[in-house]
């Protein structure tokens, strides 16, 4: 898998309603040093992509009281239930999984 798009790279064209949160995924690779990697491999990998960037939350996502003061913010990277949400294309032709706020298992720190 390829690295997280940054925030500012991302421009779904979607926003999050209800208890949702839209997260920008990292690409899944198309070959692996010279050796392509083939479609069903590619396919089974999206589903086991578990991170991702926050790029929008809608603003009853983690208003539940029972989050505490773990609840992500836009720009943060998560990670997810494995088969969580629904993949989608944005407007920006970049992955992105819909994904609910009860499926979000932690936030990653980066390095600084």
Do not use: N, W
């Amino acid at each position: 898998m390829g690295s997280i798009p940054d925030l500012a790279d991302c421009r779904p064209g979607l926003r999050a309603t209800g208890f949702a949160m839209i997260v920008a995924v990292a690409p899944v690779a198309e070959k692996h040093g010279s050796v392509f990697i083939p479609d069903s491999v590619r396919d089974k990998d999206k589903l086991t992509g578990v991170q991702g960037r926050v790029v929008s939350k809608s603003p009853a996502c983690f208003d539940h009281g029972q989050f505490g003061d773990a609840v992500p913010e836009l720009g943060d990277i998560v990670q997810f239930a494995k088969l969580a949400g629904v993949m989608t294309t944005g407007a920006d032709g970049r992955e992105y999984r819909i994904i609910q706020d009860k499926d979000v298992m932690a936030i990653v720190e980066e390095a600084a």
